[in-house]
């Protein structure tokens, strides 16, 4: 009889193909699934009895701004918690590396940490700084254009030159020969709007070789929305490039009701290239706080103020009418400063979230004293209340958006799956239970539901918490296999 290190048994599986389930056995060796099947007989200290409880491939967190949190904070347990055991970092233009600053980081960098905290002026440094803290969760990378701008060019409110695009070219192609899995933009922000769509062609041009993928946060989420979407999937089309649109929404109160014209234009595009996108499970948004997005209409709470720290967790119209000013003047006040934007409309929210191109993403932000409560509660609140209570859709394909989709969209070769041969990167839940409890009042806060979570084949947690051990590490990009 084999010996292995762990077996599963009788646990419900969901394998992430989005099949049903089957009452299977699991076993685990040298941190791959070496089988799976009925009645499994193996050698083993650990054997689990998983009889009631729903097993998959370890969640994929396709949009995280973990970047330097992955080292600071390696046990990771917002996300361990809730079943991820991979983050993809470098979401939005804004990534770690490489970056080399002159000063404090441009908005929106600052959502990642300080000035001290960009200490990776290569893709290769900041891949030995995570062998070195030995993360809980596995970490892919994107390269954020934000960053290679703010290496680049002497100020960020305009167009790149050619030899500036060439010194960007350089760094991108350097970290996708070390496993970077493609280039994410910003286009929103003002460190990266005035950026033309030539700056971002050229800079998406080695991605064709290498297998990447281009991800965005659009030019705008706004009224001109398709706009913003036909300039991201032109730029995949020139490229063959596959796009992925960062968090879709409709965003502003003049923009609710317009997720059937955005999702009819996601459909078109994918009628003729690879597209899809991310969406978190929350009608609010969050992010540094932008004066073009203050709207007396809309509920915005301040996170976090460098030169008012005192005001975290409060509502800009308490700020504004304990200061006896208007809500725009407060939040000059107050900057730099982090914000929760509540403009997004629940139905249009769900109407993405349960498209079928559509992946799952916290967005969270790990450096926030008072962070959105997605940071903790993304993927339980899917399967618990949009799965299971509201049912959008099958626990299967909410499973599906959260392993087999992203593995595959991003070319994270053997996961996302539960086969022989995949490495073992697995969740076990109770589907009657899991729920998420982080609230915005109390954000920080631990999902129901979880049981175990492997990764690499380590159990690193439990019901009762995180265990003492971390088994993640950096994960290359393998190829994309896109799935329609």
């Known amino acids: 009889m084999s010996s292995c290190d762990t077996l599963i048994r009788n646990a419900s599986v969901l394998d992430g193909s989005g099949g ?10 040298d941190g791959l699934i070496c089988e799976v099947g009925s009645g499994l007989e193996y050698h083993t200290q650990i054997v689990v009895d998983a009889e009631g409880l729903t097993l998959t491939p370890g969640f994929i967190d396709v949009h995280t701004h973990d970047d330097l949190a992955v080292i600071r904070d390696p046990a990771m347990l917002a996300k361990l918690s809730q079943g991820v055991t991979t983050v993809i970092v470098g979401n939005c233009g804004i990534s770690a590396s490489p970056v080399r600053l002159r000063g404090e980081p441009p908005d929106p960098m600052n959502l990642l940490g300080g000035a001290g905290d960009f200490r990776y002026g290569t893709f290769s440094s900041y891949k030995a700084a995570i062998a070195e803290a030995r993360p809980a969760v596995n970490v892919a990378a994107l390269v ?7 290496n680049h060019m002497d100020r960020l409110d305009r167009t790149a030159t050619d030899a500036e695009i060439e010194g960007m070219l350089a760094q991108l192609q350097e970290a996708l020969d070390g496993g970077a899995l493609g280039l994410s933009s910003g286009l929103a922000y003002l460190s990266a709007n005035a950026a033309s769509t030539e700056e971002v062609l050229a800079l998406a041009g080695p991605l064709t070789l290498a ?3 281009y991800t965005t946060h659009l030019r705008t989420e706004t009224e001109a929305i398709l706009d913003a979407m036909r300039e991201a999937f032109e730029i995949g089309r020139r490229t063959q490039v596959p796009v ?3 968090h879709l929404k409709c965003a502003g109160i003049a923009n609710w009701g317009r997720s059937g014209e ?6 078109t595009a994918r009628s003729t290239q690879d597209a899809g996108c991310d969406c ?3 009608a609010a948004g969050s992010s540094t706080l932008d004066l073009r997005q203050v709207d007396e209409r809309v509920e915005i709470t301040i996170t976090w103020s460098t030169p008012h720290p005192e005001i975290a967790g409060r509502s800009l119209a308490w700020i504004a009418a304990a200061w006896s000013v208007t809500q725009m003047e407060a939040a000059r006040r107050v900057q730099p400063a982090g914000a ?3 403009s997004i409309s629940e139905e249009d929210m769900r109407r993405i979230l349960r498209h079928p191109a559509t992946m799952i993403g916290s967005d969270g932000l790990p450096n926030d004293p008072r962070p959105h409560p997605r940071l903790w509660g993304t993927f339980p609140r899917v399967l618990g209340r949009y799965s299971r209570e509201e049912r959008l859709f099958s626990l299967a394909e909410a499973v599906h958006k959260m392993t087999e989709m992203p593995a595959r969209r991003f070319g994270l070769a053997g996961r996302g799956l539960i086969r022989e041969g995949y490495c073992a990167d697995l969740t076990l839940f109770d589907a009657e239970k899991i729920m998420d409890t982080a609230t915005y009042a109390d954000p920080v806060r631990a999902a129901e539901g979880i049981e175990s979570v492997w990764v690499n084949g380590v159990l690193s947690y439990t019901a009762r918490g ?5 088994a993640g590490g950096f994960v290359a990009r393998g190829r994309t296999a896109w799935i329609q």
């Open 262 to 267: 955005v999702l009819q234009a996601l459909e």
């Open 144 to 150: 954020g254009h934000t960053a290679l701008r703010n």
């Open 280 to 282: 978190y499970p929350y």
């Open 211 to 213: 297998g990447g993928v």
């Open 340 to 342: 929760i934007y509540h």
């Open 466 to 470: 995180a265990t003492t051990e971390r």
């Open 244 to 246: 992925i649109v960062s």
């Open 20 to 29: 049903s389930s089957e009452i299977l056995d699991v076993a685990v060796r």
